[in-house]
T-cell receptor
Framework: RKEVEQDPGPFNVPEGATVAFNCTYS??????FFWYRQDCRKEPKLLMS???SGNEDGRFTAQLNRASQYISLLIRDSKLSDSATYLC???????????FGAGTRLFVKA | NAGVTQTPKFRILKIGQSMTLQCAQD?????MYWYRQDPGMGLKLIYY???????DKGEVPNGYNVSRSTTEDFPLRLELAAPSQTSVYFC?????????????FGSGTQLSVL
């Protein structure tokens, strides 16, 4: 099993749709989790942090399920500007190693 | 606000050539990192530094070297470029680690080795 696994997509959705991505992780000791957004050929930028059961920021909701070892990202009312790759990021405790998922590509169409 | 500055943005090398990727941050962050990202893949840690004079290997250090003489600068050296080093390189910094800190990334260097 990969340390962090994401559905690569792409997800093609119309404007206004709700879309959800899942990310599974293998290290049960991981305490914090992150979603980064990466635009084409650009650097990753932090979208949301998840430390407990979940986090909500406007149209974006991140949820954590420790029992099943996955985190999810829900985007409501999708905008054209949401088109990007979303990276699931899992820092490993006790060190400097941070595992980046390969990313899920989202295309929002008019 | 400059943040993390990387140079150059693009570079083409011939096999066996050497080069240095520059990275500088002006946020007084202790921790700095070098990642590489291959097409369709996640970022992999090459080297990291916890402060001036202290560096350590990450997941994929072979073929690279780093130094950290100041808090601000963290250059990455490729000594004998190989086609396998064709990738996009990102430098990042954070105030501290422990897994709870936001990473600030530079804009990346796209390197091709032919």
């Amino acid at each position: 099993r990969k340390e962090v696994e994401q559905d690569p997509g792409p997800f093609n959705v119309p404007e206004g749709a709700t879309v959800a991505f899942n990310c599974t992780y293998s290290n049960s000791a991981s305490q914090s989790f992150f979603w980064y957004r990466q635009d084409c050929r650009k650097e990753p930028k932090l979208l949301m942090s998840v430390y407990s059961s979940g986090n909500e920021d406007g149209r974006f909701t991140a949820q954590l399920n420790r029992a099943s070892q996955y985190i999810s990202l829900l985007i409501r009312d999708s905008k054209l500007s949401d088109s990007a790759t979303y990276l699931c990021v899992v820092p490993l405790t006790g060190g400097f190693k941070t595992i980046f998922g390969a990313g899920t590509r989202l295309f929002v169409k008019a | 606000n400059a943040g993390v500055t990387q140079t150059p943005k693009f570079r083409i090398l011939k096999i066996g050539q050497s080069m240095t990727l520059q990275c500088a941050q002006d946020m007084n962050h202790n921790y700095m990192y070098w990642y590489r990202q291959d097409p369709g893949m996640g970022l992999k840690l090459i080297y990291y530094s916890v402060g001036a004079g202290i560096t350590d290997k990450g997941e994929v250090p072979n073929g690279y070297n780093v130094s950290r003489s100041t808090t601000e600068d963290f250059p990455l050296r490729l000594e004998l470029a190989a086609p396998s080093q064709t990738s996009v390189y990102f430098c990042a910094s954070s105030y501290r680690t422990g897994g709870n800190e936001k990473l600030f990334f530079g804009s990346g260097t796209q390197l091709s080795v032919l």
